[in-house]
């Protein structure tokens, strides 16, 4: 196999990412990616935000190959809702 093809073949597995959407104030969403602290990506709406970091998250990943960087897979970000009373 060619180098290129080698790198390509490690990519055709499949990767999760848990990505952070935040509401942007003038519309849109800002993506964050826990995992790859690098990335932080816009979207006009929900599936363009989402769109925007599937985008980062292969460019990251092909660039890892490239430079012979293995990427190691983070654990997955534990998102909860915490409750705060404040005092009347």
Known sequence: MVGSQKRRGAMDRVHRFAVVL???????????VPSLPEIVTFGKDEDEALAMAEDAIRLVLEDCLVAANRYRAAPAPRVRDVTVTLAA
Do not use: S
């Not at 104030?25 to 800002?30: K, L, M, Q």
């Open 22 to 32: 935040e509401p942007e104030e003038e519309g849109g969403f800002t993506v964050h």
